[in-house]
């Protein structure tokens, strides 16, 4: 059986109407954490559907994502031995 993952997730595409208007492209970033114990999870894929982007994560479970062009998007999170969580943007 497969344990929930839990992904908690920054996104900071569009955080000020101005910088927005001069910037081409976004950056996310967030902490991949299992959802049970709050353990941090080393090594888990972070993806950008529509996209060819995507991150592990560090040692700490924390990930950062850039270049991405400016727009809602949704995020999945995977790790093996885990559901795959996926967050709409």
Do not use: W
Request: without cysteine.
């Amino acid at each position: 059986m497969f344990r929930k993952l839990s992904t908690y997730v920054l996104f900071l595409l569009l955080a000020l109407p101005g910088v927005a208007l001069a910037q081409n492209t976004g950056k996310l970033s967030g902490q991949v954490t299992d959802a049970t114990t709050g353990d941090p999870l080393p090594g888990a894929q972070v993806v950008v559907d529509g996209t060819q982007l995507g991150a592990a994560t560090d040692l700490d479970g924390n990930y950062v994502i850039l270049g991405i062009p400016v727009g809602q998007y949704d995020v999945e999170a995977r790790f093996v031995g885990f559901e795959t969580e996926r967050r709409t943007g």
